[in-house]
């Protein structure tokens, strides 16, 4: 039987599996790659799990910076949506929190994300919003479940191309960290 997942804005602790990497250890390549943290903030036991493998880290957080943090295209909340569809679909309690939290702040507003978490692609929400949720949670699922009745709703919300294209990237990219984040370590309260 699964367990049944309850998602929050209450970001719990990430636990990792493997001993993240001892800044007063790292290697000047470690470092050098630790350099430009994905939310340009501390660097946490997630990134530093990461760490272990330069080459990657190296590639992954200018990437993910580039695909949340961008300037044009889909706003930076919107592209949380994107974010929090992957995460629910995912269940990942982790980033669905982080993300859903990060929307809350951008916007100034619980109500949105709590209609998502109590109804999911149901909820009464702006039909933009709704039309980029259920994009990504189609997507999520399967890729070839985002179709193109999903693809027409988006333009129809008055998405331009570039904005379907980094919701594209944004909900992609969660559905690898999620599973990333699973293999790595589990959320836990605290």
Known sequence: MSE???FTTDIPVWKPYVKPLDLAEASAEQL????????NT???????????????????????????????GLSRAEREIGAVGASIVNRC?????????????????????????????????????KAILKFAVNLSKCPP??????????????????EILDLILSTSLFGWANRLMHTLGEPVRD
């Open 4 to 6: 049944i997942v309850h």
């Open 32 to 39: 050098e790659a630790l350099k430009v943290t994905p939310s």
């Open 42 to 72: 501390k660097v946490s036991d997630y990134v530093l799990v990461l760490a272990h493998d330069v080459e990657t880290l190296k590639h992954r957080t200018p990437l993910f910076n580039a695909v949340m943090y961008g300037r044009d």
């Open 93 to 129: 309690i982790y980033c669905a929190a982080v993300h859903a939290s990060r929307y809350n702040q951008l916007m100034k507003d619980e109500d949105v994300i709590a209609a998502i978490f109590a109804d999911g692609v149901d909820a009464g929400i702006d039909p933009r919003l």
């Open 145 to 162: 479940e985002a179709d193109a009745d999903d693809m027409a709703a988006l333009v129809e919300a008055g998405l331009r191309q570039d």
